[in-house]
């Protein structure tokens, strides 16, 4: 099994120790993984940096890579944080490193991490969801260079209801054509167990947006867990796998050098 969604201390937001979560990985009798630290440039709030010093990250991850290759395939990524004005710096940024695998993010919209209830203050649900979904849209048309869009419904893991009144249809004027740019573009969906830890009972996005993806002819899928602590590596994964099989997911992606390698499931 592949996780291709983890953070390390060299990320904003995690103080895990690379060792610790390849070696997470390698416990839990993971084949491959892929380390994708955050790369939120221009990020709204001051309390976190989310900037990735890439310079230093991409050495050290090829080192991580060849020290544990006998073990575990270590994969070498990136989660940018999509915002609609930083398309061109993106473009030039990934030319930079060579990296195996891109999620494409969107954490910000109207200008707010939609993580912080500020976002949702003073107007209803569907606007708020709604503005998100709209921002994921407006991020893929400005930059599409990514691997996967990542966790596409984010937004309701943190609404004052979270997923209790969301589904396919009431969002799909919004979600039909992110998933139709997504195929498009060749971009693949990734499906996120974070959403288990945030109590939705689900992953993100939720089911119905894996089987509308796929019926739409999309194809590459990849699993992470979103990990920034060890613990927290290839989390509920049967869960997620039984899930994907009911939606009719038969085949799961890892990534080298940004080409899917289909792996039946
Ligand atoms: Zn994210
Ligand atoms: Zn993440």
Known sequence: MFDYHMHTCYSGDSDAPVEDMIEAAIKKGLSSICITDHHDPDFPQDECDFTLNTDSYFPAMESFREKYRSKIDVRIG????????????????????????????????????????????????????????????????????????????????????????????????????????????????????????????????????????LSLGGEIITLGADAHTPDMVAYEFPRAVALLKECGVRYLCTFQQRKPVFHKL
Do not use: W
Request: aromatic share 16%; net charge negative; with cysteine.
């Open 78 to 213: 990136v989660e940018l944080g999509l915002q609609p004005h930083l398309g061109p710096y993106f473009a030039d940024y990934i030319k930079n490193y060579p990296f195996d695998f891109i999620i494409g993010s969107t954490h910000v919209a109207g200008g707010q991490d939609v993580y912080y209830p500020a976002y949702y203050k003073g107007r209803n649900e569907s606007e708020a969801y709604g503005e998100y979904f709209e921002t994921v849209l407006e991020n893929l048309n400005a930059f599409s260079d990514i691997d996967v869009c990542g966790h596409l419904d984010y937004v309701v893991r943190y609404g004052p209801n979270k997923n209790r009144y969301y589904t396919y249809e009431a969002y799909a004027s919004y979600l039909e054509p992110i998933l139709k740019l997504l195929i498009e573009k060749n971009i693949g969906l990734e499906v996120n167990t974070g959403g288990y830890k945030r109590g939705l009972g689900t992953t993100n996005p939720m089911p119905d947006v894996i089987r509308r993806y």
